[in-house]
């Protein structure tokens, strides 16, 4: 069974720009977690789709921004880029929603310039 | 909210040694704690996770322990070998509800040849 795929691996953007991440799902989870890694700060989670609907959400501000198709692939956009945007993107699939079982994919390397 | 907190931030042992990581969390409510390792360039891998109606839990030469009364659970990696150099994270969350899972800050576990 393939693994979560990430898309695209490494990018980079300047500030004031927008960027927009995917994310494929392992087969069969219906629940997608977005997380973003920085050196500072740890892992902080940014939000959980279930279903094609969001089911909880971090504190980040509304730059941040998610979606769910019906296939269970997930896409997140930053928009307005800042500097402090530049991390390690990483998104995480489960069966179910509720933190069970999650498996995250390789991430997404953004860097913001 | 969840506060997870893990120590020690970094560990080395000698090949052969074993290693232990601890955490502690605040949500007495948490019944869900899995443990992550992350390589360099790839994303946090579960290992082996423990849930609150279980003390102990072995995989091969990994266990997780953990005392809900005291609020804390703890890694054990017993004949360490090269290949566990990595980030270690410990995580909690109540599974079942919609709560997050909340990430401690790390460790990286370097393993001396």
């Known amino acids: 069974k393939a693994g979560v795929t990430q898309t695209p691996r490494y990018l980079i953007k300047t500030r004031g720009q927008q960027v927009t991440l995917s994310c494929s799902p392992i087969?069969?989870?219906?629940?997608v977690s977005w997380y973003q890694q920085t050196p500072g700060q740890g892992l902080q989670f940014l939000f959980e789709y279930f279903s094609e609907t969001q089911r909880n959400k971090g504190n980040f501000p509304g730059r941040f921004s998610g979606r769910q198709f019906s296939n269970s692939r997930s896409e997140m956009n930053v928009s307005t880029l800042e500097l402090g945007d530049s991390a390690l993107y990483l998104c995480?699939?489960?069966?179910?929603?509720?933190?069970?079982?999650?498996?995250f994919g390789p991430g997404t390397r953004l860097t913001v310039l | 909210g969840e506060n997870v907190e893990q120590h020690p931030s970094t560990l080395s042992v000698q090949e052969g040694d074993s290693a232990v990581i601890k955490c502690t969390y605040s949500d007495s409510a948490s019944n869900y704690f899995p443990w992550y390792k992350q390589e360099l360039g790839k994303g946090p891998q579960l290992i082996i996770d423990?849930?609150?109606?279980?003390g102990e839990k072995k995989d091969q030469r990994i266990a997780v322990t953990l005392n809900k009364t005291a609020k804390h659970f703890s890694l054990h990696i017993t004949e360490t070998q090269p290949e566990d150099s990595a980030v270690y994270f410990c995580a909690a969350s109540f599974a079942g509800g919609n709560e997050k899972l909340t990430f401690g800050t790390g460790t990286r576990l370097t393993i001396i040849p």
């Open positions: 995480a699939s489960s069966f179910l929603s509720g933190s069970n079982e999650q498996f």
């Open positions: 087969s069969g989870h219906r629940s």
């Open positions: 423990i849930r609150s109606n279980v």
